[in-house]
């Protein structure tokens, strides 16, 4: 089964840039959809980008279609998600997770997480 570690994460002031990396171990990486999400205190968990299995296909929350960009190199078993225009509303923990269909509905395998704060 495959592994996931994120990091990236870091505190950023309005208006930055993060870009958050998802890294797996394992050679079943490219069988994988992989999916990042996040949780803030107190909500819920939410869905922010999914990326298919080749990187054809990807979906975005609308919160943050425009801003984020979510992309995956198969061939070093990463998947980056960049993060430009940053609001203190995205602020939480990030987490990626590999999921088995390509909207990332059945997570199977759930990173650590990393955690990003956006304030002045």
């Known amino acids: 089964q495959v592994q996931l570690v994120e990091s990236g994460g870091g505190s950023v002031q309005p208006g930055g840039s993060l870009t958050l990396s998802c890294a797996a171990s394992g050679s079943t990486f490219s069988r994988y959809v992989i999916g990042w999400f996040r949780q803030a205190p107190g909500k819920e968990r939410e869905g922010v980008a999914c990326?298919?299995?080749?990187?054809?296909?990807?979906n975005y929350a609308d919160s943050v279609k425009g801003r984020f960009t979510i992309s995956r190199d198969n061939a070093k078993n990463i998947v980056a998600l960049q993060m430009n225009s940053l609001n203190v509303e995205d602020t939480a923990t990030y987490y990626c997770a590999a999921a088995a269909d390509p909207l990332c509905s059945r997570l199977e395998v759930w990173g650590q997480g990393t955690l990003v704060t956006v304030s002045s």
């Open positions: 990326i298919t299995r080749g990187g054809g296909i990807m």
